[in-house]
């Protein structure tokens, strides 16, 4: 067992507030970024694990250090070739492979999560796997709720999200180390931990990913476009528009075109028109009509999500509409 369980509260909430102090980060942000760790620590010791790869903004974080905001949840993408489901699928079968992954991960998976965390010695955990009526629920989505040192947030529960879907793309990725907040600042002392190595998606994914996750939420009617906690994505997009991902990702017409498809097979978007994903009609920016609800979201996660400097909700925008107009210069299209 981790011995960072077992020392006194007092001790940890001193530790958070002092890594807090030095990141920019909120204490009850270093306190989750442990559990966080934790609970990816334990899954990728799993038999399962060689069947699953980290994705989405958190990866960006605490496996590829692209951005500056603290881990929320942990979302996983389990390989359907593991579920008895390979090469093309009709609509029918994968309504099958929702079905067998939901049945998988309620009935296989979460309990054995539960006992690695009792095998382990930890104490005080409260566990939660949403259930709907839907026998073929993608992602499953099950909640840790952890003992907490620090006062609640508002944004922030203690509590770490467990994403699981059936329907992600795995590649490409590779495998990165993750290590926890306290271990970085309290390297030689008994409680350290060291790096776990976890397959992870590569970001140049990601960020195709989070453009055209915004490209379809602002594709939808007025009232029917989503704003809470969806700024982060905004955000992730401006970061990763400085790094050599977006050259990646924005040269790759393959890739690109494989998500596409991949989101119109898998993931649709009811009323979407997915021709519209072409570079040359991309759109990752909000309309008028609800720039300022955006705004306001995008104010709340720098006060409680962002560690060190950010940037201005205007700054983000400038740099999408930037990448906006040189997505929509690229002179290839991709056959849908």
Known sequence: MNKWFTISDSAKKKA????????????FAVEKDWWVVQTLSIIFDMKVSEHLVFKGGTSLSKAWNLIDRFSEDVDLAIDRQFLGFEGELSKKQIT??????????????????QE??????FKGIEWEIIKTTESDQDPVIINLYYPNSIELSEY????????????????????QSITSLVDIHYPDTDFWQQASS?????????????????HEEFSKPVEKIRVERLSRHLYDVHQLSKTKFSEIALNDKE????IVKHRFKFTKVAD????LHQPKTINPIPSLAIIDAWKSDYKIMQQQMIYGDSPSFEEIIATLLELK??????????EM
Not at 96 to 113: D, G, M, Q, V
Not at 116 to 121: S, T, Y
Not at 255 to 258: E, I, N, R, S
Request: aromatic share 12%; hydrophobic share 40%; with cysteine.
């Open 16 to 27: 958070y507030l002092q890594i807090a102090e030095k990141t920019g980060m909120a204490a």
């Open 96 to 113: 099958a492979l929702r079905k067998a992954a939901n049945n998988y991960i309620s009935e296989t998976f979460f309990p054995e999560l």
């Open 116 to 121: 690695e965390f009792v095998k382990k010695g």
């Open 156 to 175: 922030i529960q203690p509590r770490v999200q467990i994403e699981i879907g059936c329907r992600s793309l795995r590649e490409p990725f590779s495998k």
């Open 198 to 214: 976890i397959p992870t998606v590569n970001p140049e994914r990601t960020f195709l990913e989070n453009i055209f996750l915004l």
């Open 255 to 258: 890739l690109y075109q494989t």
């Open 272 to 275: 979407i028109d997915y021709s």
């Open 325 to 334: 107009n040189k997505m929509n210069a690229l002179d290839w299209q991709i």
